[in-house]
């Protein structure tokens, strides 16, 4: 989770309480603070780092002395904020096959949302255009996997060049917001894999985004079996409703992609008690 954070440069002398707690030491590298911290911390505590929706969810982290996270939706910039700059729409940035402008586009919404105080950032989106009734088909980049990777990559790396977390969303197969709370997900393993992982492998693997969350569908993401009684016959995993998604989610990180910090469910989703222990690493 540590990985690609910036190397503190040499600072004042610790002050006493710095020195009873080690991720103060300012004199460390971030990576270095960010692990003694996580070492000081109880499983429940990193739970709450990584899903708490407001501010106040994260009083209990305040005896660590650390910030909360602060989160918003930035896709084409910062979603509800006031005095920042609206950005052109990422379907259409995407038209443009230009990943240097789009790292540039990353960048510049990077630098206003560490400059409001924001630190995590909700996207890139890189949802795979299916429905032309989709609403949010904008915050995309299209129906091509390839470059809905290779553009979502570059946002999230001028994102990250700005000392703030890209959160890129909706893992996975979100296409649409009708239904969107109750929908169930039928989707094939070969398109899982050519069509609805690519674009988050590839900001993961060459864009270095450190979050990744799921869509909000209250489904297991249903697999056709490869063997059954009937063509129509399908797998669901045992568990609450979202472990499928999880347990994918959780090759993501640990196969040959190596997402290095965490994947979380819709934060409005994480208050049910049966996800919200599956949220963190």
């Known amino acids: 989770m540590t990985a690609g954070l910036h190397t503190a440069a040499a600072a004042a002398p610790l002050t006493a309480a710095e020195a009873d707690q080690r991720w103060q030491d300012r004199r460390k590298s971030a990576a270095r603070r960010a692990d003694a911290l996580l070492e000081a911390m109880t499983f429940e505590e990193q739970v709450v780092l990584v899903t708490a929706v407001e501010v106040a969810d994260s009083k209990p982290l305040e005896h660590l002395g650390i910030p909360a996270m602060t989160r918003v939706d930035a896709s084409d910039g910062l979603r509800g904020d006031t ?22 586009y990353g960048t510049a919404i990077g630098v206003e949302a560490r ?48 000392d703030v977390i890209a959160q890129l969303k909706h893992f996975t197969v979100y296409n649409q917001e009708a239904g969107r709370n109750s929908l169930d997900v039928i ?33 297991h993401l249903r ?5 059954g009684p009937s063509p129509c016959a399908f797998r669901n995993p045992p568990g609450p409703p979202r472990t499928g998604r999880l347990r994918r989610g959780a090759r993501l990180r640990s196969g040959r992609v190596g997402l290095a910090g965490w994947l979380v469910v819709d934060y409005r989703m994480a208050a049910r008690s049966e996800t919200r222990p599956a949220m963190a690493w």
């Open 83 to 104: 005095g920042v700059t609206a950005f052109p729409a990422p379907n259409a940035l995407a038209a443009t096959f230009d990943t240097d402008l789009a790292e540039k």
């Open 115 to 162: 400059g409001k105080g924001w630190n995590v950032l909700l996207g890139p989106t890189v949802d795979i255009d299916r429905d032309p009734r989709n609403g949010r088909q904008s915050e995309a980049y299209g129906e091509d996997p390839l470059v809905s990777g290779l553009m979502g990559a570059a946002v999230a790396k001028g994102f990250q060049k700005n």
């Open 187 to 219: 989707v094939s393993e070969r398109a899982l894999r050519e069509v609805y992982y690519p674009a988050f492998e590839h900001a993961i693997r060459d864009g270095g985004a450190l979050s990744k969350r799921t869509a909000r569908q209250r489904d």
């Open 223 to 227: 697999v056709p079996q490869s063997s």
